[in-house]
C-alpha cells in the first residue's frame, strides 16, 4: 500500500470481490408457517440445496419482510395460519407491488375450494403435505431461476 492509496489491500480486495459478484436476480425463499417445525424442515430441505431461505410464523409477519426486503424471490406459505392465513396473504401480495411474486402453496390441510381459489391467484403449485421434497426442490429452482424443469 503507497502513501497515496485511500483503500487498504483488504478493503481493496473486499470491494473487488463484490464488484465481480453476478447482479442476480433475488434468490431468498419466505416460508410461511405458523408452525415452527415445518418451517425448519423447509428451510433445511432448501438449505442442503445451497438455497437461502428466511422465516416467518404469520401472514403479518411474511407481509412485513416483503415490504422490507427485496431479496425474497418466491414465498412458499401454509393455508391454515392465525388472522392472516395463506389465501389471504397470497390475497394482499397480488395487491401488492410484489404482485408478480412466484408463490408455492404447501398445506396439510386443504380442500378442493382451496385449490381452485389458490390457482386463481395465480400460484404456481400446491403441494400437499407431507410433501415431495424432489418435487419442491424442482419448482423452487425453477422459479429461481437455477434450474429448468424438463
Known sequence: MSDHDILSDAEREALSAVMLEPDLPPQRVLIVDDDKDSRELLSEILGLDGI????????????????TKSSIGLVITDLRMGHVDGLELIRQVRESARAALPIIIVSGDADVKDAIEAMHLHVVDFLLKPIDSGKLLELVKHELGMESLP
Open 52 to 67: 437461502h431461505c428466511m422465516t416467518a410464523a404469520s401472514g403479518e409477519a411474511a407481509l412485513k419482510l416483503l415490504e
